[in-house]
């Protein structure tokens, strides 16, 4: 799908989405499994795993993480902010099947599985990472730098 530099509507979606990632960055696999799950068109614009990274510059962002997601003119940072914004782009059709838990107890659940699996699941594999494997050899990636660009968390 050719996109339209004149589009003035930037929550078409006759856009596709467009993800900033790399493709062993766990938290851009949740958001390329979410989209293909809810049948949502997208594309990935492959990024390097540091900085620099030229094409997030273009987009005026300063935020250091992936993935970042465009959505017409707005950009997403953060999977939760990404996965909240297709949320509510994408309600549950035939086309784009639904996944979110229904029902309060479900939904805690939910909730719990998400923070169970990013804050100590995937926090605790990362201890494990060998500190002389590839990208441990980068500073950038050892010691995050005060001088770094923002966080948003
Ligand atoms: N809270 C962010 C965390 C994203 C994150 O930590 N991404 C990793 C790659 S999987 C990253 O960019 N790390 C580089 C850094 O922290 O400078 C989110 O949910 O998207």
Request: proline share 11%; aromatic share 8%.
């Amino acid at each position: 799908m050719a996109l339209q530099p004149d589009d003035t509507s930037p929550h078409s979606t006759d856009w596709p989405r467009l993800l900033h990632s790399y493709a062993f960055s766990p938290y851009g696999r949740k958001v390329t499994q979410y989209l293909a799950l809810r049948n949502i068109p997208y594309a990935v614009v492959e990024q390097p795993p540091m900085l620099p990274r030229p094409d997030v510059d273009a987009l005026g962002v300063a935020y250091r993480r992936i993935p970042i997601m465009a959505v017409g003119r707005d950009i997403y940072c953060d999977t939760k902010c990404i996965l909240d914004k297709l949320e509510a782009l994408y309600p549950p059709t035939n086309e784009h099947p639904g996944l979110g838990a229904g029902g309060r107890k479900a939904k805690a659940l939910e909730i719990l599985l998400d923070k169970w699996s990013t804050a100590i699941v995937f926090q605790s594999a990362c201890t494990t990472i060998p500190a002389d494997m590839g990208p441990m050899h980068n500073e950038a990636v050892r010691v995050p730098s005060a001088a770094a660009t923002p966080l948003t968390s």
